[in-house]
């Protein structure tokens, strides 16, 4: 079996007996072959397992003899998970306050409602006193 190392939120990208390949998802990347006509055809390639659906993993089967630059490669990939963890981590905080702002701004409106709705009450009450005494005063 190959052998693997665990780092961080993948594993190390390693080769092994049977020429094996782990790549991000802590799986064996399958060997492929380029069948498209073309100067390429027949070449090997390793790809990401669950393509088409890829989280971008290629690599020729050729170039994947140096394990120092695959370990390089997924170290810039960890790195890119972890800023990609802050940033989502800094946007929750984030949505935390503008939630806790648009409850105080649902609030504050629910206030001024009341208010205005007493106001316009009074006011209504007032012009209808008036009303009252203006028809009292000329009957």
């Known amino acids: 079996m190959a052998s693997q190392n665990s780092t ?9 007996p049977g ?13 492929r072959v380029v069948r498209f006509q073309g100067p390429k055809m027949g070449k090997r390639f390793y790809g990401c397992s669950f ?10 089967a050729d170039e994947v003899n140096d394990e120092r630059e695959m370990r390089l490669l997924l170290l810039e990939k960890d790195t ?7 940033e989502i981590d800094m946007l929750q905080l984030k949505l935390k306050e503008v939630e806790k702002k648009n409850v ?5 409106v629910h206030e001024v409602g009341i208010e205005f709705t007493e106001r316009r009450l009074i006011m209504e009450s007032a012009s209808t006193d008036k009303k009252m005494g203006f028809y009292l005063a000329t009957s």
């Open 8 to 16: 961080g939120s993948g594993s190390s990208q390693n080769t092994g």
């Open 19 to 31: 020429n094996h390949l782990y790549y991000y998802h802590n799986e064996i990347a399958p060997l």
């Open 51 to 60: 393509w088409p659906r890829t989280c971008g993993f290629f690599r020729w």
């Open 80 to 86: 890119k998970i972890a800023e990609l963890e802050h």
């Open 104 to 108: 105080e701004l649902e609030d504050l």
